[in-house]
């Protein structure tokens, strides 16, 4: 069973990796078993379709985020905690200036696409807004869905900055203005 799940975990990897740098629907399925290093023949026995793939990259990316989420959980105060997702957009701020944010550019994409692959997208970026606005509400803030939507679109308006200028710099600039907002909101 280990070996059944490190292949589908390769291939969400390599779908992750893949939907990030040509957008989710120039990616094959062909595509994410070559990059995967798998016969093209064995995705169809980890996913039937590629939304079940695309699903299971979502699901991924949702992962991730309680992940990072339950580590900024760790930092003393709300105001870390909000000032230390900020920060986290910095570890990947060279694919970011390359390629976009890859959970951004994910969620505008499927926010495209019919059904319960429109609704998807939002539910990693929900999480994370949900999240902050919580930490907000610890600061004693009234405001606190607004102040989340606020330090959302900051992080994410600057990620669409960074890749449209291919400038990383803009991400740290970006950060380092948020932190201020931040201190000045505690």
């Not at 991924?60 to 339950?70: C, P, S």
Request: proline share 3%.
């Amino acid at each position: 069973m280990a070996r059944r799940s490190d292949k589908r975990g390769r291939l969400i990897a390599a779908a992750r990796t893949l939907m990030h740098e040509q957008g989710v629907h120039p990616t094959t399925l062909a595509e994410v078993a070559q990059r995967a290093d798998i016969p093209p023949g064995n995705v169809y026995y980890y996913f039937k379709t590629k939304e079940d793939l695309v699903r299971a990259v979502v699901d991924d990316y949702n992962g991730q985020a309680d992940a990072m989420l339950a580590e900024l959980g760790r930092l003393r105060s709300p105001a870390s905690r909000l000032k230390g997702l900020t920060r986290g957009w910095l570890e990947v701020a060279d694919t970011v200036a390359d390629y976009g944010c890859p959970v951004g550019s994910l969620c505008a994409e499927l926010n495209r696409c019919d059904g319960a692959m429109g609704r998807a997208g939002a539910e990693i970026l929900g999480r994370i807004t949900e999240w902050a606005a919580a930490q907000f509400r610890e600061l004693g803030r009234r405001d606190a869905k607004d102040l989340a939507m606020a330090l959302m679109s900051g992080i994410q308006g600057s990620a669409l900055l960074a890749q449209t200028f291919h400038d990383a710099t803009i991400l740290s600039r970006e950060a380092r203005y948020l932190a201020k907002w931040i201190d000045s909101l505690s």
